[in-house]
């Protein structure tokens, strides 16, 4: 056999096979073209490939299809998204801002509604005072058994909550959720057809200014719990402080203030001056202004050296004061027959330096703010 093989190959009837660094050759090739395919799958998958529903989470390397979107900035609260170029957008105040497409634009144009979430269509945006642990667990006590997934949002630990129907609504609610500087963000829906959009402008919120994650802030204090039975309400604030109530009794039913206190490097009380108020409403009006001008006697307005802004407490409307001149804050709000407020201010009178000002101080604030509640 051995013979015949070699007279074929005498005569050139069987071709030579590859000898050497021919078959070398031919090896590294195959090899290198193997390669090839690999990593064009790899590459595919990692920055092409849809991700389902959550495709607009891509690494940055994807195409970016909103760069051609409109912006939306929001200066009082210094954040900024996108929304789709051909929509449209109506402010609602206190409430929050809707964005809807342009043939929705007759079902909004001219009506008011008490909540977003009670439109018929569109994506809300809303901002409120606290924390999203806080909007968490009002979520459940309006809605019942919420779905919160963790969430990155502008470099943040943001929520994806899903929420099941509540208030007389008959469709589920979803829900992007970011806290920065002691608010919390909202972006969501009620429509099924707008969770791609919805989780596209959530993916291109932006802040002006410092940021701060909510998992960095505070997370070393431990907070008591203040409730007030008589005129219903609670509020966290720092172990370290305390609490001096007056009023709330006898003659004072109905009116009074919690006044918060700390001591000082030689063990005395002294005030923070920070001061929560709860006053009952002759007569009763849903109007803070109203009711601020009832019971002060002056009006609660914008001038040379305050500023008036709308904002939420408690998921109520309410009015935010600051001053130019100070740190000084109040928040002033309605519930049932009380009117609220939460404020820190110093005294004009001796030019105090304001209670603010301190750090700590200015904590509990925010603490006080975002956890209070109505009973």
């Given amino acids: 056999m051995v013979q015949d093989k070699n007279k074929l190959n005498e005569v050139g009837l069987e071709p030579d096979k590859p000898k050497g660094h021919i078959r070398g050759i031919w090896a590294l090739t195959l090899i290198l073209a193997f390669a090839i395919i690999i990593a064009?799958?790899?590459?595919?998958?990692?920055?092409?490939?849809?991700?389902?529903?959550?495709?607009?989470?891509?690494?940055?390397?994807?195409?970016?299809?909103?760069?051609?979107?409109?912006?939306?900035?929001?200066?009082?609260?210094?954040?900024?998204?996108?929304?789709?170029?051909?929509?449209?957008?109506?402010?609602?105040?206190?409430?929050?801002?809707?964005?809807?497409?342009?043939?929705?634009e007759n079902q909004f144009k001219d009506k008011e509604w008490e909540g977003l979430a009670l439109l018929p269509g569109g994506i809300g945006y809303h901002v409120e005072t606290g924390t999203i642990l806080n909007t968490l667990a009002k979520f459940e006590s309006e809605h019942g058994s919420c779905i919160a997934e963790d969430k990155k949002i502008a470099g943040l630990d943001g929520k994806y909550?899903?929420?099941?129907?509540?208030?007389?609504?008959?469709?589920?609610?979803?829900?992007?959720?970011?806290?920065?500087?002691?608010?919390?963000?909202?972006?969501?829906?009620?429509?099924?057809?707008?969770?791609?959009?919805?989780?596209?402008?959530?993916?291109?919120?932006?802040?002006?200014?410092?940021?701060?994650?909510?998992?960095?802030?505070?997370?070393?204090?431990?907070?008591?719990?203040?409730?007030?039975?008589?005129?219903?309400?609670?509020?966290?604030?720092?172990?370290?402080?305390?609490?001096?109530?007056?009023?709330?009794?006898?003659?004072?039913?109905?009116?009074?203030?919690?006044?918060?206190?700390?001591?000082?490097?030689?063990?005395?009380?002294?005030?923070?001056?920070?001061?929560?108020?709860?006053?009952?409403?002759?007569?009763?009006?849903?109007?803070?202004?109203?009711?601020?001008?009832?019971?002060?006697?002056?009006?609660?307005?914008?001038?040379?050296?305050?500023?008036?802004?709308?904002?939420?407490i408690a998921g109520v409307p309410a009015l935010k004061e600051t001053y130019t001149d100070a740190e000084d804050m109040g928040y002033y709000f309605v519930s049932g027959e009380y009117f609220y407020s939460i404020t820190a201010h110093m005294s004009r009178v001796d030019e105090d330096t304001s209670p603010l000002a301190d750090k700590d101080n200015k904590s509990a604030f925010d603490h006080i703010v975002s956890s209070f509640k109505f009973l």
């Fill in 40 to 104: 064009g799958g790899v590459y595919f998958i990692l920055w092409y490939a849809p991700w389902g529903e959550s495709s607009y989470w891509h690494r940055k390397g994807s195409v970016d299809e909103t760069k051609d979107w409109q912006t939306y900035t929001d200066k009082t609260n210094n954040a900024s998204f996108k929304y789709p170029k051909d929509w449209k957008n109506k402010d609602y105040g206190s409430i929050g801002v809707l964005f809807y497409q342009q043939d929705q």
């Fill in 161 to 312: 909550v899903e929420c099941p129907p509540a208030r007389g609504l008959t469709k589920t609610l979803w829900y992007y959720l970011v806290e920065n500087t002691g608010k919390t963000y909202y972006l969501f829906t009620v429509e099924e057809s707008n969770k791609t959009i919805l989780g596209k402008m959530a993916g291109t919120i932006k802040f002006s200014g410092a940021t701060a994650s909510p998992t960095t802030s505070q997370s070393n204090v431990r907070y008591k719990t203040y409730t007030n039975s008589i005129d219903k309400f609670s509020f966290e604030y720092p172990e370290n402080l305390y609490i001096l109530p007056e009023g709330f009794t006898g003659e004072h039913q109905g009116s009074g203030t919690v006044k918060i206190l700390k001591k000082s490097d030689d063990n005395l009380l002294i005030p923070t001056k920070i001061e929560v108020t709860s006053q009952r409403m002759s007569p009763q009006t849903t109007d803070i202004r109203a009711a601020y001008k009832a019971i002060y006697t002056s009006d609660l307005v914008d001038d040379s050296i305050r500023r008036i802004t709308d904002t939420t």
